[in-house]
Nanobody
Framework: QVQLVESGGGSVQSGGSLRLSCAAS????????MGWFREAPGKEREGVAA?????TSYADSVKGRFTISQDNKNTLYLQMNSLKPDDTAMYYC?????????????????????WGQGTTVTVSS
């Protein structure tokens, strides 16, 4: 059974950096698309970044600041640089078994089947 466990959240000042990690079990690289999503208070959950072998996809709001990556031990990362107060949110790791198909709206939360419990990121001005 797929299980996702996030870590690495915290509080930083504007301009700072954080790296989130997501330990994934029962996820086979190449058979799943993995993504990071966030949900700020009073807002809908939104896609931040997604990846599968051979491609990555980013929301416009984080392009050039965030980097998604995945190692060969089924750990997903999100390196977040130049953080802004607007990046404050609960961040979730997610997975879907689609053999890495980037044509299936990779930043749409409704397209993902498995979710972690989330990790909080707070950016102060």
């Amino acid at each position: 059974q797929v299980q996702l466990v996030e870590s690495g959240g915290g509080s930083v000042q504007s301009g700072g950096s954080l790296r989130l990690s997501c330990a994934a079990s029962d996820v086979t690289i190449g058979r799943y698309t993995m993504g990071w999503f966030r949900e700020a208070p009073g807002k809908e959950r939104e896609g931040v970044a997604a990846t599968a072998p051979g491609w990555t996809s980013y929301a416009d709001s984080v392009k050039g600041r965030f980097t998604i990556s995945q190692d060969n031990k089924n750990t997903l990362y999100l390196q977040m640089n130049s953080l802004k107060p607007d990046d404050t949110a609960m961040y979730y790791c997610a997975a879907r078994a689609d053999r890495g198909n980037r044509n299936l709206a990779p930043l749409a939360p409704s397209n993902y089947d498995y979710w972690g419990q989330g990790t909080t990121v707070t950016v102060s001005s």
